[in-house]
């Protein structure tokens, strides 16, 4: 005979910890500005120009004024019209999320949330979005875990989520224009075809990096990309109640 309590198996709430790490290089501020154009360089001179043949391409000036590097404790200018341009890349802070509703340990069931980020670049090779867990299983509680989701058409994501009677998993989904194609699918597999659907193409985290958005140069209005996340706890499985926390890190790199 097997007896389980119900407290045993109760997740009063689930919780999922973010934590961002972004890599903010400064960018130039405009010069000149129009609802049609924007114009990040311009230069003060009396010659100069682009010449190019089949072999090389030459963008020179002459006669420039005021150039060199400049720098405080507030800005960094680098004056002169061939001067490098700095890449510019920012990522929004998501707000933490509360996997709800709590799990009940009778039947189990899932707990579900999301959140989204906006990463903006003038990288002209664009950027890439990467998602790792803090630690392996990535969701937490003491010495008690909450396993990373396998997917059963590993080594690609699941197209549905899937929580077997014998199963407590944790498991994520991305969804936006930029996604990588691991996330994208065909009406029933992942990694193939195009189409982009939320809530589709579920993967388990992992300490190692996973990209998740690869996209061109988006500014000025950036890339949004959604992240849902799920736990789900079968019927038969004995799960400690409590907090359980996932700590992720998410980073965007230009290109």
């Known amino acids: 005979m097997v007896f389980r309590s119900f407290f045993i198996l109760c997740l009063e709430s689930v919780y999922l910890t973010w934590v961002i790490l972004s890599f903010l290089i400064v960018g130039e501020a ?24 089949s072999n090389y391409t030459l963008e020179s000036t002459a006669g420039e004024v005021a150039t060199g590097d400049s720098d405080s404790t507030s800005y960094s200018l680098r004056a002169g019209y061939q001067q490098m ?37 003038d990288s002209p090779s664009g950027y890439e979005l990467t998602l790792a867990a803090a630690s392996s299983p990535a ?10 989701y396998v997917a059963t058409a590993a080594p690609n994501p699941d197209f549905i989520f899937t929580t077997a009677p014998s199963d407590v998993h944790f498991g994520f989904s991305p969804t936006g224009a930029d996604v990588v ?12 075809g195009s189409t982009i659907t939320a809530e589709r193409c579920w993967d388990g985290a992992s300490t190692t990096p996973l990209s998740i958005a690869r996209g061109a140069a988006n500014h000025p209005n950036g890339a949004t990309t959604t992240l849902y996340f799920r736990v789900g706890l079968g019927g038969q499985v004995v799960v400690p109640e409590g907090e359980y926390i996932a700590t992720t890190t998410l980073t965007a790199l230009p290109l």
């Open 85 to 121: 341009q700095a890449v510019f890349i920012s990522i929004t802070t998501p707000a933490d999320v509360e996997l709800l509703p709590a799990i009940g340990g009778i039947t189990g069931g899932t707990a579900s949330g999301s959140t989204s980020v906006v990463v903006l670049t």
């Open 181 to 192: 194609d691991r996330y994208r699918h065909d009406g029933s597999d992942c990694n193939s």
């Open 30 to 53: 405009q010069v000149r500005t129009s609802p049609s154009y924007q114009l990040e360089s311009d230069s003060v001179n009396f010659g100069g120009g682009l010449s190019s043949s």
């Open 139 to 148: 969701m937490q509680k003491d010495s008690d875990v909450i396993y990373d």
